[in-house]
């Protein structure tokens, strides 16, 4: 039977709509943009009051007018007072810290999008270009299924069998959440403390949510089966859309560097190597700095990656090569400008494009480290505690 178009196209749709693709390049933008959030906030604690809270220079009433202007969602504007400010920074560290080990992904992807949201738009001057990157991934990491592999959901899953009924164990955590977070949003409509759309948005989480659990109770149900659609295709344009900004972001700064001058006589990476403020390591800086040649190459080089990368996506080996020479780039970036976060963020975004087989084994490299390490731990501990027993019995004898 020949292979028809009208077939492809049935295939292709049959994939999108069953199966949520990208399980670990998913998994790895969770982590990678949580870890590199809490990274942040943990970096900043000491400094927390004066960049968002009631002591920042960008006051609350001038946020507050800002806001008034863009409509931009933030749960600080609720209330002036340095209480509430250190309790959403607090749950914003919490989030971030659950949503990194994969714990009740899809409610912490809503905390966590909500703490970013609160934060950044509460003082908008605050950050190094890889904030708008977090931003913007931490609502599109909502509508993911980020939670497949590498998580404590996935463990939990695997490690919950349905019983004979073909019914899974009870689950009390799940329900107690949902109850907690829905109190806590009665209480926000009820204060009329956010916009209408964010109301509407998080109103149908929140319902979807508990769908999603009622229907998790018959597993082999049609209501579980609609769901799964509906979260397969809400997933995957999620991830397309992931995809797409990330070539968005390097074609436009590519396209742009290329009318600048400076890039154009390739002398551009050697200003912000002299800059003090961007120089962490002034020797480092200057020995890069000091070979003509080498800048020469690295600016035409980043040039020639960022223009070229969304080109080279159909070509697995070519796209693969640029990948790591973007990271390594990122990596230069965090050493030689200090700008950690910002890398940070890039490399994460990048993370998405990587090959399916290089994530399981290293996903498997991991595993194998951990055992080893878990393994060092237990033997020490084993001999510590014959030693006791032998203690033990020497003094009892």
Request: charged share 15%; glycine share 10%.
């Given at each position: 039977?020949?292979?028809?178009?009208?077939?492809?196209?049935?295939?292709?749709?049959?994939?999108?709509?069953?199966?949520?693709?990208?399980?670990?390049?998913?998994?790895?933008?969770?982590?990678?943009?949580?870890?590199?959030?809490?990274?942040?906030?943990?970096?900043?604690?000491?400094?927390?009051?004066?960049?968002?809270?009631?002591?920042?220079?960008?006051?609350?009433?001038?946020?507050?007018?800002?806001?008034?202007?863009?409509?931009?969602?933030?749960?600080?504007?609720?209330?002036?007072?340095?209480?509430?400010?250190e309790v959403v920074y607090?749950?914003?560290?919490?989030?971030?810290?659950?949503?990194?080990?994969?714990?009740?992904?899809?409610?912490?992807?809503?905390?966590?999008?909500?703490?970013?949201?609160?934060?950044?738009?509460?003082?908008?001057?605050?950050?190094?270009?890889?904030?708008?990157?977090?931003?913007?991934?931490?609502?599109?990491?909502?509508?993911?299924?980020?939670?497949?592999?590498?998580?404590?959901?996935?463990?939990?899953?695997?490690?919950?069998?349905?019983?004979?009924?073909?019914?899974?164990?009870?689950?009390?955590?799940?329900?107690?959440?949902?109850?907690?977070?829905?109190?806590?949003?009665?209480?926000?409509?009820?204060?009329?403390?956010?916009?209408?759309?964010?109301?509407?948005?998080?109103?149908g989480l929140w319902v979807?949510?508990?769908?999603?659990?009622?229907?998790?109770?018959?597993?082999?149900?049609?209501?579980?089966?609609?769901?799964?659609?509906?979260?397969?295709?809400?997933?995957?344009?999620?991830?397309?859309?992931?995809?797409?900004?990330?070539?968005?972001?390097?074609?436009?700064?590519?396209?742009?560097?290329?009318?600048?001058?400076?890039?154009?006589?390739?002398?551009?990476?050697?200003?912000?190597?002299?800059?003090?403020?961007?120089?962490?390591?002034?020797?480092?800086?200057?020995?890069?700095?000091?070979?003509?040649?080498?800048?020469?190459?690295?600016?035409?080089?980043?040039?020639?990656?960022?223009?070229?990368?969304?080109?080279?996506?159909?070509?697995?080996?070519?796209?693969?090569?640029?990948?790591?020479?973007?990271?390594?780039?990122?990596?230069?970036?965090?050493?030689?400008?200090?700008?950690?976060?910002?890398?940070?963020?890039?490399?994460?975004?990048?993370?998405?494009?990587?090959?399916?087989?290089?994530?399981?084994?290293?996903?498997?490299?991991?595993?194998?480290?951990?055992?080893?390490?878990?393994?060092?731990?237990?033997?020490?501990?084993?001999?510590?505690?014959?030693?006791?027993?032998?203690?033990?019995?020497?003094?009892?004898?």
């Amino acid at each position: 039977m020949s292979d028809t178009p009208d077939r492809r196209a049935a295939r292709a749709v049959q994939r999108i709509t069953s199966t949520a693709m990208g399980p670990y390049q998913s998994a790895v933008i969770r982590i990678g943009f949580a870890a590199t959030w809490l990274l942040f906030l943990l970096r900043e604690l000491p400094n927390r009051q004066e960049m968002y809270g009631p002591d920042g220079s960008w006051s609350w009433d001038m946020a507050r007018q800002l806001i008034a202007g863009n409509d931009a969602f933030t749960a600080l504007m609720w209330a002036d007072n340095t209480v509430w400010f250190e309790v959403v920074y607090g749950l914003a560290v919490l989030s971030s810290a659950l949503l990194m080990l994969g714990w009740r992904t899809r409610t912490m992807s809503v905390l966590f999008m909500i703490g970013v949201l609160s934060l950044q738009n509460r003082s908008i001057f605050m950050g190094d270009g890889g904030d708008n990157v977090i931003h913007l991934m931490a609502i599109y990491l909502v509508l993911t299924r980020c939670g497949q592999v590498w998580s404590l959901d996935a463990r939990r899953a695997a490690r919950a069998a349905p019983d004979g009924r073909g019914v899974p164990p009870r689950d009390r955590v799940g329900p107690a959440l949902w109850a907690v977070l829905g109190f806590a949003l009665v209480i926000a409509t009820f204060l009329n403390q956010t916009g209408w759309y964010v109301l509407l948005l998080v109103w149908g989480l929140w319902v979807g949510q508990g769908l999603w659990w009622m229907a998790g109770r018959f597993p082999s149900g049609e209501p579980r089966a609609l769901l799964d659609v509906v979260a397969n295709l809400a997933h995957n344009a999620a991830l397309v859309v992931i995809m797409a900004e990330v070539c968005v972001i390097y074609a436009t700064a590519g396209w742009y560097k290329i009318q600048g001058s400076r890039w154009q006589d390739g002398t551009a990476l050697y200003y912000p190597l002299k800059l003090d403020y961007f120089t962490p390591w002034p020797a480092l800086s200057d020995l890069l700095a000091s070979g003509g040649v080498m800048v020469m190459v690295l600016t035409y080089g980043t040039v020639i990656v960022q223009v070229a990368f969304p080109f080279t996506l159909f070509n697995r080996r070519v796209k693969n090569v640029l990948l790591v020479a973007m990271m390594m780039e990122h990596a230069a970036i965090a050493v030689l400008l200090g700008l950690p976060f910002f890398s940070l963020a890039m490399i994460a975004a990048d993370a998405v494009f990587l090959p399916t087989g290089f994530l399981v084994r290293l996903g498997g490299w991991a595993a194998r480290g951990r055992g080893r390490l878990f393994s060092r731990a237990g033997g020490v501990g084993a001999e510590q505690r014959r030693g006791s027993q032998d203690q033990t019995r020497t003094l009892v004898g």
